[in-house]
């Protein structure tokens, strides 16, 4: 029995040293906290909860000096955890309030109204949750005003181009029509002129030729007029004298 009473003793000690040295990994993070080193802040932070988990300063105030970090996305994480773990109205409603405020500047507009709602079920007398539900709300509505405009616009656009689109194919055909009647002309006065340069055009003589076809035409009129001499001739009948 005395010796269990020794061990239950070390084990006490134990978890009081460990105890300690937690609280000074918290003490030396909020004196960094406050110089506003809040990178050194977070690793003394961190340190306090490899030894105690579960202590709730030493989370919260990790959670703080990631968002100062403007790390959002881990901040929100931790003090998502926090919440969810929490088992007493004032913890959850601080952690959710701070899980709104981590949502808010990462953009995430509806997340961060979710996280203050939550926070004010938990505490609905706290004001600055209230005042940071209704900026986050006014934001949101901001945000969905010009979502709905940028969408407006984008139709608008899309029907814009669509117009264009069918205008420029109208300009197309046209100046593919317009073409195909400009060559249609070019090629029929091309036609016309090869036509023309291929009408028959009169024999060019040469001397010889001319004289020869001359020499023929004489011999053809001679020929014609010893034809009519002969057919004179014949018909012509001698007269014969006689002496009584």
Sequence with gaps: ??????????????????????????????????????????ASYRKSVTKA?????????????????KNFKDAAQKFTELAESATRP??????????????????????????YKKSLMNNPKDEQTRYNLAYAMEKLKQQQQQDKK?????????????????????????????????????????????????QPQPDKLSKEDAERMLQALNNEEKNTQDKLKN?????TKARIVKDW
């Design 90 to 115: 004032d913890v959850k409603a601080k952690a959710y309030h701070n899980l709104g405020n981590a949502l808010l500047e990462d953009k995430k507009l509806q997340e961060s109204v979710d996280a």
């Design 150 to 198: 940028n969408e407006k616009n984008k139709d608008k656009n899309k029907d814009d181009k669509s117009k264009d689109n069918k205008n420029q194919e109208q300009k197309d055909k046209d100046d593919k029509n317009k073409d195909k009647k400009d060559k249609d002309g070019k090629d029929k006065d091309q036609q016309n002129k090869d036509q023309k340069g291929q």
């Design 53 to 69: 988990s579960q202590s709730l300063e030493g989370n919260f105030n990790l959670g703080d000096a990631l968002y100062k970090q």
């Design 1 to 42: 029995m005395k010796k269990t009473i020794i061990i239950a003793a070390l084990l006490l000690h134990a978890g009081i040293l460990l105890a300690q040295k937690e609280k000074g990994d918290i003490h030396k993070g909020n004196q960094l906290y406050k110089e506003q080193k809040y990178k050194e802040a977070e």
């Design 231 to 235: 057919k004179k001739a014949k018909g």
